[in-house]
């Protein structure tokens, strides 16, 4: 199987022409790889924790084309073969479909002395599983009646006003970055960014090639006709405030033209710093037109409805909805499977070119829901549970449902082949599956029940079988 992760180009990774330096590509090798250990169960740290260590004895490159800034690059890696104390590692980097470079490195096996040694076996088990030989072929489908929950590895984003509560909350290991990461793609179907099973036979799948193969027994009944998966699911984390923004609804959408895609989300809230807010739905003081013009004068503090952050909190987002994420918050988010944004304010906020970010000001204000003053937050139950406990967070909308269940004891449920059920771990770890089809989450991990799954149970893996997770299902 091969292993897919994607990186947009920076500045810093080019010459004077705007073309990415040729040395780089060694660097992108190392990212590509880096990120196949870590889906396959096996990081770096580990590794080394064990006292092996893997230096690179030989290297190369064949270059193709030409990588540029911005440009969104796919690092495709695969292991090519596996000996006693060698291992070679193939990497392709591919702008689309086209291939721009392809080369592999060869690592050697050593321990702290630096003196060659042999693959240990669980190493020697998880390469094999990632061999390759250039044909998509060896890979296979399962029967619909043999599926199984399903995990994906997540697509990391660097964003300028990325925070550190992924590493420090969440417990994860970050791939190199020249920016801060600020979002984790938890499930993606968006054409050069996929989501890719990292567990069981369907290893190394995207979640598009599964909606193709399996749509309804994957989608679930309520779906109807889908060609992509409905959702893109995601992690936030801010180290300082997003841009105050605005998504467009359905009829935005063929007013504005341009490929926009209506967008309505939701967030919930994982953890928050000292001092964290949410900023979202409108100020009632303010007409219309005055809006309108504290928008056009940049002068928007002021215009949003102020929340302070805390876990467990969520936030129904409506397309229309003016709203801005402030510093210190790592929230779950849900929405349709759009990246349409209108970025009406940036704060004064410069990018890593010294320059301010583009604004879609009249787009925005074309977009934005005027008379919607409601509150969009949806304040958690702060009483303690002594049963299970399903609190429904968002109902009846038209784009998915959510809900978090509080449990002292193992939840049984089904998926019913109505929809996919979605399952992210919130406050310890969980086991979620029937029979020998199950998988363990830590927190802040998630897992896909296809809808032709059925019933399936979660429990709790701490001594006291407390537990917090949530569920997004059509």
């Known amino acids: 199987m091969y292993f897919e992760c994607s990186y947009r180009v920076p500045y810093a990774d080019t010459d004077q022409m705007g073309v990415v330096?040729?040395?780089?590509?060694?660097?992108?090798?190392?990212?590509?790889?880096?990120?196949?250990?870590?889906?396959?169960?096996?990081?770096?740290?580990?590794?080394?924790?064990?006292?092996?260590?893997?230096?690179?004895?030989?290297?190369?490159?064949?270059?193709?084309?030409?990588?540029?800034?911005?440009?969104?690059?796919?690092?495709?890696?695969?292991?090519?073969?596996?000996?006693?104390?060698?291992?070679?590692?193939?990497?392709?980097?591919?702008?689309?479909?086209?291939?721009?470079?392809?080369?592999?490195?060869?690592?050697?096996?050593?321990?702290?002395?630096?003196?060659?040694?042999?693959?240990?076996?669980?190493?020697?088990?998880?390469?094999?599983?990632?061999?390759?030989?250039?044909?998509?072929?060896?890979?296979?489908?399962?029967?619909?009646?043999?599926?199984?929950?399903?995990?994906f590895a997540p697509v990391y984003q660097e964003r300028i006003w990325g925070g550190t509560q992924l590493t420090d909350v969440l417990k994860r290991e970050l791939p190199p970055h020249a920016a801060p990461i600020g979002e984790s793609w938890e499930l993606c179907d968006r054409g050069e960014i996929q989501s890719r099973v990292v567990n069981g036979e369907l290893a190394g799948f995207t979640l598009s090639e599964l909606v193709r193969r399996y749509g309804r027994d994957l989608l679930?009944?309520?779906?109807?006709?889908?060609?992509?998966?409905?959702?893109?699911?995601?992690?936030?984390?801010?180290?300082?405030?997003?841009?105050?923004?605005?998504?467009?609804?359905?009829?935005?959408?063929?007013?504005?033209?341009?490929?926009?895609?209506?967008?309505?989300?939701?967030w919930y809230i994982l953890a928050s710093r000292p001092g964290a807010c949410i900023l979202a739905g409108l100020d009632s003081q303010f007409s219309r037109n005055h809006m309108i013009d504290l928008l056009r004068s940049g002068s928007a503090d002021g215009l949003l409805q102020t929340h302070v952050s805390q876990a467990g909190d969520a936030y129904f987002i409506p397309a229309g909805t003016l709203h801005a994420i402030g510093a210190g918050n790592l929230l779950l988010e849900v929405q349709q499977n759009s990246d349409t944004t209108y970025r009406l304010s940036d704060w004064g906020r410069v990018g890593s070119d010294g320059k301010m970010r583009e604004l879609h000001l009249e787009q925005g204000i074309r977009a934005a829901n005027f008379v919607n003053r409601a509150s969009p937050r949806i304040a958690a139950a702060v009483d303690q549970v002594a049963w299970n406990r399903k609190i429904t967070i968002v109902g009846n909308c038209p784009y998915f449902n959510f809900a978090e269940l509080r449990l002292v004891e193992p939840w049984n449920d089904d998926t019913k082949k109505e929809s996919f059920h979605y399952i992210t771990a919130i406050s310890s770890p969980v086991r979620i599956g029937r029979d020998?089809?199950?998988?363990?989450?830590?927190?802040?991990?998630?897992?896909?029940?296809?809808?032709?799954?059925?019933?399936?149970?979660?429990?709790?893996?701490?001594?006291?079988?407390?537990?917090?997770?949530?569920?997004?299902?059509?």
């Open 21 to 151: 330096y040729y040395a780089n590509y060694l660097e992108y090798f190392e990212r590509g790889r880096t990120e196949m250990f870590r889906a396959a169960g096996m990081p770096y740290s580990a590794l080394e924790k064990e006292g092996l260590f893997l230096p690179v004895i030989e290297a190369c490159c064949y270059y193709h084309g030409s990588a540029r800034y911005d440009d969104l690059l796919t690092f495709r890696s695969y292991v090519e073969s596996r000996q006693r104390v060698k291992l070679k590692i193939c990497t392709e980097v591919r702008r689309g479909e086209e291939l721009l470079v392809k080369g592999y490195v060869i690592l050697g096996c050593v321990n702290a002395d630096r003196k060659p040694v042999r693959m240990p076996e669980h190493m020697a088990a998880c390469c094999d599983a990632l061999l390759w030989d250039g044909s998509e072929k060896k890979r296979q489908f399962v029967e619909v009646e043999n599926i199984y929950p399903l995990k």
């Open 220 to 266: 679930g009944a309520k779906a109807g006709q889908l060609d992509r998966f409905p959702l893109l699911v995601k992690i936030i984390d801010a180290g300082e405030k997003l841009s105050l923004q605005v998504h467009p609804d359905d009829a935005a959408c063929q007013a504005l033209g341009n490929g926009a895609e209506s967008k309505t989300e939701m």
């Open 436 to 474: 020998d089809r199950r998988v363990d989450l830590a927190v802040g991990e998630s897992v896909l029940l296809p809808a032709a799954f059925g019933a399936y149970t979660i429990e709790s893996l701490t001594a006291d079988k407390h537990c917090t997770v949530v569920k997004t299902t059509l």
